[in-house]
């Protein structure tokens, strides 16, 4: 009685199951041509299904095996035929291939919501079409445009398999024209950013102490002293002023400083230098000591009296805050060496 029971049981399994047969009309087709894809559905009524495969068909209305060697179209249903609770349904797929050989197309798969089947593999021998050089090939359809052509199918094939080489072409051309531009107007390809300059009275200054520490006049050397000192006062009153002092005599710079306001009143420096030199130049006259400091003296209060007020009251700023954090840092220093 078990037996039995097991047997009847294992018949209804069998006829519950989802079968799935797959068939191609022709087992050889020729190249290019299109064979027809029979799938037969064997399922009781009420479990409808689907095949997972034919859910990727795209735009065009193909879905493509192995690569692209084998296109399927969209599948169509020719008929259904029912025979109690169970349904068989026959649907038809057109195939076409376009390259020779043997082809094993794999097991087709359907699915239901409790169930699924694979199909039986079918095999395709695709035989090449024999055309020589000069024959005519008949019985083929002409290579035709697509119905609706985007801008990329009005571009010329040459146009667009090389558009790297004209992207790059573009560009060296944009290139040539900017830096042929900028050429023109600045007189250079590339530009690079200018050093920035010391401001007049820094680099007066500078030569200042410089010549302060050759100590000239201390060994006897006061024409070459009032010569530099001279220099870089007349390079100073060029430089701050615009006053071409290297090519004018004493007399001249006087002139042109009492004809300016903003220096009028400075003139007294330049004056007491101008004599004192002139007098060591041409009358070979040995200034003293005192002298020799007082025109130097004079140099740089001319110097510093000339800056610019915003600039001087920056650099008084920064020198104090220069010494302020010099005096913290002492006091830290004495501190710890008191620890």
Request: proline share 5%; hydrophobic share 40%.
């Amino acid at each position: 009685m078990a037996l039995f029971v097991f047997a009847v049981v294992c018949h209804l399994q069998s006829y519950a199951e989802v079968k799935l047969t797959a068939a191609l009309d022709s087992a050889s087709i020729m190249m290019g041509r299109v064979d027809t894809l029979r799938l037969f559905v064997d399922r009781e009524a009420n479990r409808e299904g689907v095949f997972p495969l034919f859910n990727k068909i795209g735009p065009g209305g193909y879905v493509t095996l192995l690569g692209d060697t084998i296109e399927l179209g969209a599948p169509r249903m020719d008929t259904v035929k029912q025979e109690g609770s169970r349904i068989v349904e026959r649907l038809v797929v057109p195939v076409q291939v376009f390259d020779s050989g043997y082809y094993q197309l794999p097991p087709f798969v359907y699915i239901t919501a409790s169930d699924s089947a694979a199909s039986n593999p079918v095999s395709l021998t695709v035989v090449p079409v024999k055309v020589g050089e000069n024959d005519a090939i008949s019985d083929y359809q002409d290579i035709s445009d697509p119905s609706e052509r985007s801008f990329w199918d009005w571009m010329p094939d040459w146009l667009y398999d090389l558009w790297w080489m004209w992207l790059l072409l573009i560009l060296a051309i944009a290139a040539a024209v900017y830096f042929a531009t900028k050429y023109r107007k600045t007189g250079k390809f590339i530009s690079l950013p200018e050093k920035p300059q010391p401001k007049p009275w820094t680099v007066a200054l500078q030569r200042l102490e410089s010549l302060k520490g050759k100590n000239l006049w201390e060994n006897g050397m006061e024409k070459e002293y009032f010569t530099d000192l001279t220099d870089i006062l007349r390079d100073y009153l060029f430089q701050r002023f615009g006053i071409n002092a290297m090519e004018m005599t004493s007399r001249q710079i006087m002139q042109t400083l009492a004809d300016q306001s903003d220096v009028r009143d400075k003139r007294a420096y330049v004056r007491k230098i101008l004599d004192i030199a002139d007098f060591v130049k041409f009358a070979k006259v040995r200034p003293l000591p005192a002298d020799n400091v007082e025109a130097f003296e004079n140099a740089v209060n001319f110097v510093k009296e000339t800056i610019p007020a915003e600039t001087a009251s920056s650099e008084n700023s920064s020198a104090d805050s220069d010494k302020s954090q010099q005096g913290k840092n002492d006091n830290a220093a004495e501190k710890g060496g008191a620890k």
